[in-house]
């Protein structure tokens, strides 16, 4: 059954002016990045002639953070380790699709893509953004009010745990979240969460924290009970396990979740150092950072003396998970991948150093 066909018979109506999928009685959430930016961001996608990931004009629209955050080709890269799981026949619920980035590059996948936004407008935009992908359906809807009997492959919660508690009573909102994103996972299914480490290393060095521009709010832990919050390695270990997911693959994004240049596998981050030099890897990541600001100490001094005592994945500014109920596959025979995707399509190329390009 196509997912219009479930999302109608769910009682959910397609909205024509907006071109997304909503109830009638559907209340937007207030969260956006700003009225001049969305609405400039929808304006630039309406003139333009290709939206793709490695769209020419959307690369020369990105002026400032917003639109770079937006329209850059370097947000898709967080995914890109899964491509393997992104194929044409998967089912993938994308939960808090934003301005639909992350939702162009798994619509170009192939596979059978809902993507799922709180926001109207910005529900608007994604669908703008996929707007000739036949296989990508966007759904303006509350996650806590998304109610559907259909199960899927992929589930991807990028950037979006750390604001659970703003749209859910619950008690424990974050395990609530990944409790109905559990729910929602077919056999064998993964879900994979990106997110900011509040122990991050450039949060030490004095980086206001992302979410409220204010150094050392995660580090010592002020975030407010009904607030964007973001967690340590251990806790967010804690939340997935709670949640009832059984496997939990820690990956480390550089420079971070939101434009990163390389991820780091688990095997990668726990290997002998003499062996694989993550922490050049990293220190070569600094500067990629566009949300970088002055630090109290070296950043590309101090990750090498971090990989070298095994703590990569513990101080990494981000993470990404990938987890599932019943059980992992053993972990492919990459180290990291490596990715250039600031080019043209054609010349955009990744790296994935493996055991055996290791050892030569």
Sequence with gaps: MRISQVLSSAGYERNVDHRVWQRPDFGSIAYNDGDENENRLLGTLRQSTDVSVFSVELAAACLDWPSRYHLSSERANILRPFAERLRAEAKVLEIGAGCGAVTRYLGETGAQVLAVEGSLRRATIAR??????????VLAERFQDFD???????????????????FSDASDPAVDMLRRARALLADGGRLVVAIENKLGLKYFAGVPEDHLGEPMVGIENRYAAKGARTYGRAELDALLRTAGFGYR??????????????????RGCNV????FDVGTLAAQ????????????????RVWREVAA?????????????????????????VLAWHYSTQRRARFARDRMPGLAHAET
């Design 128 to 137: 703008e953004r996929t707007r000739e992908l036949e296989n990508v359906v």
């Design 148 to 166: 559907l009997d259909e199960r899927f492959d992929v589930i991807t919660l990028i950037g979006v745990l750390e604001y659970a508690s703003l």
């Design 249 to 266: 693959e820690f990956m480390v994004p550089l420079p971070d979740y939101k434009m990163p240049a390389t991820i780091v596998s688990a």
């Design 272 to 275: 002998d150092p003499g062996f």
């Design 285 to 300: 990541s600094v500067r990629r950072d566009p949300q970088l600001t002055p630090t109290t100490f070296n950043l590309q």
């Design 309 to 333: 005592n095994g703590l990569t994945a513990d101080l990494a500014n981000s993470f990404l998970v990938e987890a599932s109920v019943e059980g992992g596959v053993e972990p492919a025979d």
